[in-house]
């Protein structure tokens, strides 16, 4: 599908029971707001399957706000090096809300795999989620480029098979509810939720 590009405000850019694919990681993203797009109400994704693409959501010199980001019940898998959504650009308006819900997230090499953001004050949730071979060893699941977003996890499940060690959270800071790792998943610095083995 190449790149969704935006021109001028937007209110709901909304992509419903899609299958969005590129033609592999090292290249193209499913939509990238650049300097062109204005303001957007909300970007989301819902009961869609994503694969093969450089990136998910990419912010590529883009000067206004994004209220919301939202993916919804979709699988994502075999995503590149700039994982699910990347904001690290600038401008701190960039995105207000990052919500993940009821998703599967698999085989994501990125710094910053599940979001890579430079912006303050973002509400950044995780409910319901499992995460499979996400991230690159010694990188960071999420990173925050020394910004302030404290990530939201609920009730979700990371693993992967690799003998990498993940660093957790960039900034350090993370509430975890109802949210394990399974014995495979080794951290360098901080972790997400509990090893599987204490749920028992």
């Known amino acids: 599908m190449k790149v969704v590009k935006l021109e001028g405000d937007k209110g709901i850019v909304k992509f419903t029971n899609m299958n969005l694919k590129n033609k592999g990681t090292d290249a193209d993203y499913i939509i990238s ?23 998910v959501v990419r912010f590529d010199k883009y000067t206004k706000q994004t209220d919301a980001i939202s993916i919804y019940n979709c699988v994502i898998n075999n995503i590149g090096s700039y994982g699910i959504v990347n904001s690290k650009i600038t401008n701190d308006n960039c995105v207000k809300s990052i919500k993940i819900t009821n998703a599967t997230i698999a085989n994501v090499e990125a710094d910053g795999c599940i979001v890579n953001s430079q912006q303050n004050g973002i509400e950044m949730a995780f409910t319901s989620c499992t995460f499979w071979n996400c991230g690159q060893g010694g990188k960071n699941f999420i990173n925050l480029n020394s910004k302030n977003p404290v990530p939201v996890f609920d009730s979700c499940l990371l693993g992967w098979d690799s003998a990498i060690a993940m660093k957790a959270v960039s900034t350090k800071k993370v509430t975890c509810t109802n949210t394990y790792y399974t014995s495979d998943c080794t951290w360098s610095n901080g972790k997400i939720g509990e090893d599987m083995k204490a749920k028992g």
């Open 33 to 55: 707001p650049d300097a062109k797009a204005g303001n957007i109400s909300s970007i989301q994704f819902e009961k869609c399957k994503i694969s093969n693409t450089r990136g």
